[in-house]
Nanobody
Framework: EVQLVESGGGLVQAGGSLRLSCAASGFRFDEYVIGWFRQAPGKEREGVSCIETINGMTYYKGSVKGRFTISSDNAKNTVYLEMNSLKPEDTAVYYC??????????????????WGQGTQVTVSS
């Protein structure tokens, strides 16, 4: 059974940090790109960052570059999203997802076949 389980969300003040985790199971982890997406209330879901687990290549949405860092621990089948200098506009439910292929899939949701249930991140001003 394929599972993606997010954890690490919570409430933090603006300027603070959180680290999200995405634990994967049920598929060949190193054959997939793992992406982080988020959906704020009343807004469409958007891609944040992704990583090609086999070689560590990464991609970031422009607004999070320099603040968020994605990494992968292949021994644990887990991808992390370190979020620093958080802003109220980062408030959203954060989802991780898996896409087979290379980093060229970037953050195109249509390419992601497995999704987690999400974890809430709330940044207060």
């Amino acid at each position: 059974e394929v599972q993606l389980v997010e954890s690490g969300g919570g409430l933090v003040q603006a300027g603070g940090s959180l680290r999200l985790s995405c634990a994967a199971s049920g598929f060949r982890f190193d054959e997939y790109v793992i992406g982080w997406f988020r959906q704020a209330p009343g807004k469409e879901r958007e891609g944040v960052s992704c990583i090609e687990t086999i070689n560590g290549m990464t991609y970031y949405k422009g607004s999070v570059k320099g603040r968020f860092t994605i990494s992968s621990d292949n021994a644990k089948n887990t991808v992390y999203l370190e979020m620093n200098s958080l802003k109220p506009e980062d408030t959203a439910v954060y989802y991780c997802a898996a896409a087979q292929g290379s980093i060229l899939v970037a953050l195109d949701e249509e390419d992601y076949e497995f999704w987690g249930q999400g974890t809430q991140v709330t940044v207060s001003s």
